[in-house]
């Protein structure tokens, strides 16, 4: 026992004489703690880092007066560990001399990222997407904090996506290439199989059946391989979002009271879960009597006007919000007051009494006083001029504070296409204090001008080989559109990035050929605030046009250059002036503009019309009465576009006394008259109204509805029908270079170009059209959407004959893709499902693709 305590003393002394014998700091002073000014730091093991900053970040300064043992040498080392670059950290002593100390910082550094890759079930698309989310760069310092970060990041990302069992591994490898201290990461991915909904059952439902419950779970509806809408991935979070929109499904039929009492989620196989959701239904409710408290500036009968919701109305808590607060429609108390400048109003609606099935109501209101614009600023617009967007706005200051006027002006932005109408956004700043309001408008940019270089088909038909071309075939397109130009800043070269623009004036060059067949180069400008001070508009344009056979113009003779007789040719030279206005009555979503046309057509053996051989001149004026209240051009969601066209000759054979029963078709039609009406009305309605989260797109289904009729009439029945402006029905109406034709193209998807129309085309026409859309993107850089189409159409040669219910019908399905350089681009497939006389190729359930170019399909 003796020889085994004399070891242990042994051993004792020496750890002890080991101890003493050490830099450290807090062993040597441990027992006499002493104040020492330090003399200098060296720093030791920091290779890839500025020892200067190391030391400033320690807090340790040569100078400074210091206790050993003391609290600033254990904060330095904390402050050090906070940086998560450094695996080992020691302050050491490394000599006194007198009061002086002098300090070893030294450290051992993390490795650096020298590069990482994927291993294991990794698609190229989620890795491109979890390095965008990631962002790792090469020579960052990996801690431990960053490779959790990995892992995790990664692991939603597969969550995400349904994979429920997903295991990430971060293997980290010394790379021995670098001399500092690298590390090379793989990211070893286990996707595993993908976690569905197998089932959704509902329990304790007597009201509701169980399929329209399941509606309302958004992202949690069970898995059916038909449906290639619904993936069925399993997601708690997306449970814990969908399960409360069941109550709200009841509220609205007036269950108050209704709630999911519980929800179980399990597994039924490997890779399939079904839930279980248990309803406590309650009872229904009705709305009793609503008393109204603090208003002033409207009598409780002209409010109970307004809520329209009469006692005895079934119970929901959405519709008396709506009415109170949100009507989509601006039909609500707070629109009332909010329009008459009321914008510190306030209404607090308060259960009253609750007898048997009844609720009663007390709506108890603050009207406050009414609220003055102070001030309107703008922000974002770098690009475009501020009297640009400024001139488009309904608020001003000065005036009373109205919600509709801040409504009209987001859309007012939105029409004019230079800013994304996702992004618009308004940030009122009220001063109830002094009864004012500043308004400030939130834009961002979006590209707007268009360069548009593409091959298009030209139309090989029958139409075409009437004149002897044997059709247009393919031709090349060149176009730019400047869509916010500014003119007066041409001069000045500081403006040309790369053009002149922010003064939202358009201006469009575009030229198509197809080599000798055919070429047509068009110009148009536009200022839509001719003057600067109202929204009247001046637009001005001009194109030609020559159409042949590709034969040359003049050959050689015994008599030296004539007229090629093999050629066939049509030349048309135009130009037009209009000028535009906003109207402000019926309301100011109308506008009027009116133009004057004048057309030269030139022709030779060209027998596409009812004369080959002459000359003719079409000048007209036109009329266009408009009401557009869209909310925006690209995808529309909401409001109508109605549109009324005249189109007027002089009346040549009413003044001239010319006898035209014996004149020829070319001496007929020398001086071309003609009446030409069109109407089309159009309608968007958003059929779903999910919200989107911060950040995200809402993307909802929007139903579109069109008809359209248009009639080509004459003065004179001596003089018949004007050859040109006629009605031809069928196809895409994308073909270009009928744009210039003196023919106005009707599309209808299903059918082949100009198939439903006579050769010569017709006077009357009628189309049909409904869509339903649903948006992939609403990127402005690229805004993409499918469709589901159903239309019909049809046009007559003789007004005798005009049914507008006599009509061929398609359907079909398409894509549309908006690029801000090249425009609105599409492709359709549809079925025509009416036989087409003489024409038993087509029709009869026959399929057609169809690709589009802006837009419009046609004018209807």
Known sequence: MGKQTLKLVFLLFICVKSFSQSDSLFIETAKNPKKYTIGGITIEGADNTDKNVLSLLSGLTVGDEITIPGDKISEAIKALWK???????????????????????????????????????VKKSDADDIRTKIRLLQGRVVTDYMVGTIKNTVRDHYLDKGYYFNQVEIIQVKDTTKKVPHTIVTIKVTKGRKVRIQDVNIYGNTVIKDWKLRRKLEDSKPFRWYNPFNSGKYLEENIKKDIPAIATKYNAKGYRDARVVKDTVYFVSDNRVAIDITIDEGHKYY??????????????GQLDTILNIPAG???????????LFMNPNGYDISSLYMDDGYLFFQVNPQESNIHNDTIDFDILMYEGKQATINKITIKGNDKTNDHVI?????????????????????????????????????????????GTVDIEYTVEEKPSDQIELSGGWGGRNSLNNQSGQGGIGIIGTLGVTFNNFSTKNIFKKDS?????????????IRAQTNGVFYQSYNFSFTEPWLGGKKPNSLTVSAFHSLFSNGQKKYVDSEVGKIFNPRRQSMSIIGGSVGLGKRLKWPD??????????????????????????????????????????????????????????GQFTPPYSLVNNKDYTGLSDAQRYKFIEYQKYKFTAEWFTQLTNKKAAEGKEARNLVLRTKVGYGFLARYNKAVGYSPFERFYMGGSGISGFQNFVAREIIALRGYPDNSLSSSFGDPICARYTMEVRYPISLNPQATIFILGFAEAGNSWSDYKKFNPFQVKRSAGFG?????????????????GFDDVPGQPGIGNGKGQFHFTIGGALGEL
Do not use: C
Request: aromatic share 16%.
């Open 313 to 323: 109305t079934v119970y929901d808590q959405s519709k008396l919000e709506q009415k």
């Open 390 to 434: 400024y001139r488009e706005i309904f608020t001003k200051p000065g005036q009373l504070f109205r919600r509709s006027d801040i409504i009209r002006t987001q859309r007012q932005l939105s029409q004019l296409g230079y800013f994304d109408p996702e992004k618009l956004n308004v940030v009122p700043t009220p001063n109830p204090a002094e």
């Open 83 to 121: 940086q998560s670059i450094f695996e080992d950290i020691q302050i050491l002593q490394d000599k006194i001399i007198g009061n002086n100390i002098f300090l070893i910082i030294k450290v051992l550094e993390r490795p650096r990222l020298s590069k990482f890759s994927f291993k294991g079930d």
């Open 815 to 831: 894509l549309r893709v908006f690029l801000p350089m090249f425009g609105l681009l599409g492709i359709d497939y549809g079925w």
């Open 588 to 645: 100011n979503y109308f506008n009027m503009f009116a133009n004057l046309n004048y057309n030269y057509y030139d022709l030779k053996n060209y027998g596409a019309f009812i004369f080959a051989n002459g000359y003719a001149n079409d000048l007209n004026l036109g009329l266009t009465i408009s009401r557009n209240s869209i909310d925006q051009p690209i995808y529309p969601k909401t409001g109508s576009n109605f549109v009324f066209h």
């Open 287 to 300: 709305f009793g009597n609503f008393n109204w408290f603090g208003n002033s500036k409207y009598r409780s």
């Open 496 to 508: 040309w990035r790369p053009l002149p623009s922010g003064d939202g004036q358009r201006l469009s």
